[in-house]
C-alpha cells in the first residue's frame, strides 16, 4: 500500500535519527549500514479497525454507525483514504479545550500512528481525526482530542474520560470488555519490518511461510512492536494469537517509529506493526517520496 507524499513530514524527524544512527556507526557491527528498511510484503493476520464507544452511551453508539454507512455511502470516507493513500490533500483538524460545561465528542487517540493518526504542530491529521472531525460536525458537538499513549486510549472511554476511541483500534475481545464497537471501517493487517539487507523472508509467498521462519528462532532474536497492538500479541503469542508459538524476545515501545529506530541502531532484529504504519515509516526512512 503506497502512503501519500503528505504524511512523509509525519516522521521526518525519524529520517533525521536514522542519519544520526549511520553517522556515529550506532552499535558497531550490529548496525543497519545501509540505514533503510523494507516491508515484507504478506499480511501476517487479518483484522477489522473500529472506533470504541462508551458503553454508557448507546445513542452514542447507533450514532456512529449511521455517519460511518453515510460517509461509506456519499464517498467521504473514500475521500478521506485518498488524502493519506493517494494524491489528496490532508485537512488538518483542530481540537478544542476541553470544557464540561460545552457541548464536546471527546476522541481518545494515539497521534503516532500515521497515517490514522499524527500530529504537525498543533493541528492533528489522519483518517481518524479527519473523521473524527466529521463526525462531531455531524452531531453538532465542538471537537476535543486527547492525545495519550495507545495502552491508555481504550481504558480512558471505559472509564468514561472520553466518549470514543478513534485510534486505528483492532476489534479484539478483550477491548469487548471495556468499550463498544462500532461497524468496522476498515480492514487491516500486521507487517514485518526488516534491515534492507536482511534476506530471511525474500523467499516467503504466505504468512504461514513467515511464521515457520519465525517460529525457529529462539529467545536471540529480538523483535520490537508497539505497546498494547496486535503486533504485541502476534509476537507474544497471547489470547487470539496463541498459534504462533514463538521463542523470539519481544520487545514493546510506546510507538512504531521508535521501534524502527531501535531495529536500525542494532538493538532488534525485526518489528511488527500495522500495514499502514509500516509503510509510512519505511517511506520516511528510505526517502520515498
Known amino acids: 500500500m ?18 544520526c544512527f549511520a553517522a556515529c556507526g550506532g552499535n558497531g557491527d550490529d548496525t543497519n549500514a545501509a540505514g533503510q528498511v ?17 458503553k454508557n452511551q448507546p445513542e452514542l453508539l447507533e450514532q456512529v454507525n449511521a455517519f460511518i454507512a453515510e460517509v461509506t455511502e456519499n464517498g467521504q470516507m473514500e475521500e478521506i483514504f485518498n488524502k493519506y493513500f493517494g494524491d489528496g490533500t490532508p485537512t488538518p483538524v483542530v481540537s478544542a479545550a476541553l470544557d464540561e460545561s460545552k457541548d464536546q465528542l471527546v476522541v481518545a487517540t494515539n497521534a503516532a500512528f500515521p ?4 500530529t504537525e504542530g498543533t493541528n492533528y491529521l489522519g483518517v481518524d481525526m479527519e473523521l473524527a ?3 462531531a460536525d455531524k452531531l453538532n458537538k465542538e471537537l476535543v482530542i486527547q492525545n495519550m499513549e495507545f495502552s491508555a486510549v481504550v481504558l480512558s472511554v471505559g472509564s468514561q474520560k472520553c466518549d470514543i476511541a ?25 507487517k514485518l519490518i526488516v534491515p534492507a539487507d536482511d534476506t530471511t523472508f525474500d523467499a516467503c509467498q504466505t504468512a504461514d511461510d513467515v511464521l515457520e521462519i519465525l517460529r ?28 504462533t508459538e514463538l ?20 538493538n532488534l532484529e525485526y518489528v511488527v506493526i500495522d500495514a499502514a504504519p509500516a509503510q509510512a515509516i519505511a517511506d520516511s526512512v528510505n526517502g520515498v517520496a
Open 2 to 19: 503506497k502512503t501519500a507524499l503528505k504524511i512523509l513530514s509525519v516522521v521526518m524527524a525519524l529520517a533525521l535519527v536514522v542519519g
Open 38 to 54: 523494507k516491508v515484507i510484503n504478506i499480511d501476517l493476520t487479518e483484522e477489522q479497525y473500529a472506533f470504541g464507544v462508551d
Open 115 to 118: 497515517p490514522f493518526e499524527y
Open 133 to 135: 472531525k466529521l463526525l
Open 166 to 190: 478513534m485510534a486505528g483500534l483492532t476489534i479484539s475481545p478483550e477491548r469487548e470488555e471495556v468499550v463498544t464497537f462500532s461497524d468496522s471501517y476498515y480492514k487491516a493487517s500486521q
Open 216 to 243: 525457529g528462532m529462539d529467545a536471540n532474536t529480538r523483535i520490537g512492536y508497539q505497546s498494547g497492538t496486535t503486533g504485541q500479541k502476534y509476537v507474544e503469542g497471547t489470547d487470539d494469537y496463541a498459534y
Open 247 to 266: 521463542s523470539v524476545t519481544g520487545t514493546s515501545y510506546e510507538n512504531g517509529t521508535l521501534a524502527v529506530q531501535a531495529m536500525l541502531n542494532g
